[in-house]
């Protein structure tokens, strides 16, 4: 088997390619901008998934493509460049695998496509959407793709994760070095539901849904535990040794701060430290269930957040991130 992955260089494809690697799979990774350097043994494609030619190279001979390259909140990019990366680069990657005869292509997508979840309810995957940031929007906009792809006998599946976290995530590293250094404040009482993931628990579902999924189907991929902002923070402050952030900032106040930073960042096109995107871990809640993927191809998560973290928080500090 040659597996195909886009988006290598990030945090969830670095991991997933050691897993591939691990269960003996043969794989190419279409490189962008950053290399693959830590991961020997990995062929790569230098080339763009908007580039037709590049994507006809690195799709030969593919048998499973693996879509994780997207334009994120945390990159400085215009606009544009949502739409053009995560809908017609998505687009342009079925169109590439199609004209390849690739037997399966694993698209990611994101669980913001669904906004913020009601109170006391837990979305399985035909709760209805309404994403709310543009990049959110995007990513339903590409799954909506995939879904017509799938109907027009392209073998797709959708992945959408919960909250991933793990060693080396650059991401969740923000929220625990300031949580460890006792800069970080809640906001509105934290009370958001999340659904926590391990790294490994994702990876280990993602091989399972690319060899078990159902054609077009949407699976939910998260841990089992459904926590609070508030919950998770202290359960990071307990692993970092810390008393548990007790600043409490309101909404209203939160929410302008990160406006007004959003639109002096973007003069000087940075990322701002504080943003309506990053405020919905607080404001948002994505209670989810992976009820589907465990009944279609019986995933089973095993690591809780407690453990979890204590593992993550290690590793930062043996690498002397914190």
């Known amino acids: 088997m040659l597996a195909l992955v886009t988006g290598a260089s990030g945090f969830i494809g670095s991991h997933l390619i050691r897993a591939l690697k691990a269960k003996g799979i043969e794989i190419r990774a279409l490189v962008h901008k950053t290399p693959l350097t830590e991961i020997p043994g990995v062929s790569s494609v230098v080339g763009d998934i908007l580039d037709a030619e590049s994507l006809a190279k690195a799709m030969t001979g593919v048998d499973t493509v693996f879509h994780l390259a997207a334009a994120v909140g945390s ?24 004209k390849a005869y690739v037997k399966r ?3 990611f997508s994101s669980i913001g496509v669904l906004g913020a ?12 959407a309404a994403p709310r940031t543009l ?34 995530d650059r991401r969740t590293f923000k929220f625990f070095n300031a949580v460890c250094r006792r800069r970080f404040a809640l906001v509105a009482g934290a009370s958001a539901r999340q659904t926590p993931v391990y ?60 406006y007004c930073l959003e639109k002096a960042f973007s003069l000087i096109k940075r990322e701002s430290p504080l943003s309506r995107g ?17 009944k279609e191809f019986a995933f089973a998560p095993r690591i809780d957040f407690s453990a979890g973290i204590v593992r993550t928080i290690a590793w930062y500090r043996e690498n002397g991130w914190l």
């Open 199 to 258: 790294i490994d628990d994702l990876v280990a579902g993602v091989l399972l849904a690319a060899q078990k999924g159902r054609q077009g189907r949407i699976y939910h991929l998260a841990g089992d535990e459904i926590m609070s902002a508030k919950e998770m923070t202290r359960i990071v402050a307990e692993a970092c040794g810390v008393p548990c952030p007790r600043l409490n900032l309101p909404r209203g106040v939160a929410l302008t701060t990160a």
């Open 75 to 98: 990159i400085v990019a215009e606009p544009q460049a949502f739409q053009e990366i995560n809908v017609n680069g998505t687009k342009a990657v079925f169109a590439a695998a199609r």
């Open 117 to 128: 979840v009601k109170a006391g309810e837990t979305a399985d995957e035909e709760y209805p």
């Open 278 to 294: 990053k405020l919905a871990f607080f404001l948002d809640s994505k209670a989810m269930s992976s009820a589907r993927a465990k």
């Open 105 to 107: 292509i694993v698209h």
């Open 135 to 168: 990049y959110d929007r995007t990513k339903f906009a590409a799954e909506e793709a995939a879904r017509l792809a799938a109907a027009d006998g392209v073998d797709v599946v959708i992945i959408r994760p919960g909250w991933v976290y793990g060693p080396g």
